[in-house]
């Protein structure tokens, strides 16, 4: 299998991806989050710290283009949690598709550092409307390591769609089969590919959960099994697996 193999993965998506030294479908599995972090409610941007990856709530006030080389606009936010009238503006490079998002008077959820406490701004920030959330909702945010080369949301979705190639499917809804454990307390998978061993279904399980975990119990718990594990059985496994690659 190779990278362009991948829904969503075409010339210009690869050579992104392997400018972040991912050259196969095992390598997006082993390129964990370098941050995770617990979305728990919005902040205002009076309260969140330069540099420090929060979670806001803004009300769209005024869009305008920026000119220079790179293709820019700027949006201009009212912070929604501030019961004061407390204003901040997110910028956004090189994605013209998301322009006609921002309509006056619409509301989003964004995630991002403020990059100048001074003038809160934030920089290419993951949004979604209020009304239609669907990652920036109470849980596990895990960040990657992109280097701006891919958007964090484009890359899960990447993550995703190689659990599928793999055969796995994440079960999000009903009973865990052969059991009576509501799928609400447990992630687990549906089998796709029966030529897939015990040791690699659970290997894939731990991953999934260090890639996607429900909170932070869960993401401990897997990142310790996968430490736990023997290398030279583990590495075996692994490239078992990754016959992806």
Known sequence: MKLTDIKGVGAQMEKKLCA???????????????????????TSVLEAEEGQFCLFEGEVVRLKETSGRKKAFTVTFKDVISRKNTYFNAIFYNQPYLK????????????????????????????????????????IYTVYPLKNEIGQRTFKKLVYESFLMLGYKPTISGICEGTSTPIENAITFDKLNENLTDSQFALFDTL??????????????????????????????????????
Do not use: M, Q, W
């Open 208 to 245: 999934y959960k260090i890639h996607f975990p429900k909170n932070e119990d869960e993401c401990n718990k897997a990142l310790e099994t996968l430490s736990a594990v023997d290398f030279a059985i583990g590495l075996k496994t692994y490239k078992k697996i990754a016959f992806i690659c």
């Open 20 to 42: 972040l030294g991912i050259a196969s479908v095992g390598n997006i599995l082993s390129f964990f989050p370098s941050k995770y972090v617990d979305l728990g409610l919005p």
């Open 100 to 139: 006609a998002e921002f309509e006056v008077g619409k509301k989003f959820r964004l995630f991002s550092k403020i990059s100048d406490s001074g003038f809160s701004l934030l920089v290419n920030p993951t949004v979604e409307p209020i009304d239609k959330l669907k990652l920036l909702t109470k849980g």
